[in-house]
């Protein structure tokens, strides 16, 4: 490992790759549209205000803690799995165990960083500052109501975060610190993994997508019967016939609320910029031809296929973006050896998981 005086511009260069990439990557998922939001369920049980999700050495980590990082994960999947069911759990599930596993392998590596830390390595309270205000701008679009709610939802207090954030940094820094040496990255490398991103990377302000379209409305003026539990049932039902081959545009024009069902719900050349947020981020990861939905909105019940599908360009492979997939090659190469070093200091720490 490196001595403490390199640590600092360790730092700087880590910060400046991670963020490049988080700028360009976190658009689709990693915030919450009005548009589409879970619907809320009564809990069976009782409710865990802030339990224990795990213990390393001694150092707590909450559910709270845990919950705020799952956030992004679980209103994508409450989009795409409106009614929850098996599949919508099994992913949960799954997206808990990754999270609750990347938050003991933070605590085992602020271990390693303590020892730095005696020889006066650390992060200025201004440095963090600045990445929690980056955070806000990109992960919650500078909307700093919408980053309160999320604290409050996760019973996080605004320490909590700072904490979450200076942790994290540390850890990108004890990373890049520990594999520091490995070789660079080789310009076919380099080319290679753009080929692979560069599509992750355009600019989806330019995108542009037709599709067929219909909603199923929650709750019916005229018809009392017309329930959201009614309601949802009729649109996995109508996502069943579409599967099997029915016609969507006759259904869009016998059970659409849509304005333009007439026209079986066609609707071209649509900007992305005009469609919700969390909508246009699965509509436009779906192929041509797929069933997207149904998703749940706080009014009815969506279901829609993309018909084509243009996208914004990507950037030139130079200058900062150049830099981030330099930094991605180098992460890549550093994993197999990260690896090693994160599971010879698993198996020496204590762990406990709760279930």
């Known amino acids: 490992m490196k001595s403490a005086s390199t640590f600092p511009l360790s730092l700087a260069a880590i910060l400046l790759h991670v963020g490049t990439l988080q700028a360009q990557l976190a658009s689709a998922s990693a915030s919450a ?5 879970p619907r809320p369920q009564r809990p069976t049980g009782p409710v865990l205000v802030n339990g224990i999700a795990a213990k390393v050495n001694g150092r707590v980590i909450t559910q709270s803690e845990v919950s705020f990082q799952l956030a992004p994960s679980y209103r994508q999947l409450a989009s795409q799995f409106p009614r929850r069911g098996a599949e919508f759990e099994r992913q949960l599930a799954a997206a808990r165990e990754d999270t609750i596993q990347g938050l003991i392998d933070r605590q085992i590596i602020l271990s390693e960083f303590k020892e730095l830390e005696k020889k006066g390595a650390g992060i200025k309270d201004q440095t963090i500052d600045e990445e929690v205000k980056r955070q806000i701008r990109e992960l919650f679009h500078g909307d700093e109501a ?5 604290l409050k939802r996760s019973h996080l207090t605004m320490d909590d975060y700072r904490k979450n954030t200076k942790e994290g940094m540390i850890v990108q820094a004890m990373r890049a610190n520990q594999f520091s040496d490995t070789p660079p990255p080789l310009p076919s490398e380099i080319q290679k ?10 600019d989806v302000s330019k995108d542009r997508i037709s599709f067929k379209i219909f909603f199923v409305l929650k709750e019916i003026q005229e018809n009392p019967l017309a329930t959201p539990a009614t ?3 009729i649109a996995e039902d109508l996502a069943a016939e579409i599967d099997r081959g029915a016609d ?4 869009a024009k016998t059970y659409s ?3 333009f069902a007439t026209q079986g719900g066609v609707q071209e050349n649509v900007p992305r910029l005009n469609l919700p947020t969390e909508f246009a981020a699965i509509i436009f990861d779906a192929k041509p031809g797929q069933l997207v939905g149904p998703l749940e909105d706080p009014k009815r019940f969506t279901l829609a296929i993309p018909t ?6 990507a950037p030139a492979l130079d200058g900062k973006v150049r830099e981030m997939v330099e930094a991605r090659v180098h992460k890549k190469k550093t994993s197999a050896q990260y690896q090693r070093w994160i599971e010879s200091r ?9 279930k």
């Open 308 to 313: 084509k599908i243009e996208y914004g360009p």
């Open 193 to 202: 993994e753009y080929d692979e991103i560069k599509q992750s990377l355009r």
């Open 346 to 354: 698993r198996k020496r720490a204590m762990i406990e998981i709760k």
């Open 248 to 251: 969507f545009a006759k259904l």
């Open 257 to 259: 609320s849509i304005a």
């Open 231 to 233: 309601q949802a049932a």
């Open 146 to 150: 919408k980053f309160q709610q999320e």
């Open 33 to 37: 549209s009005a548009a589409l939001q």
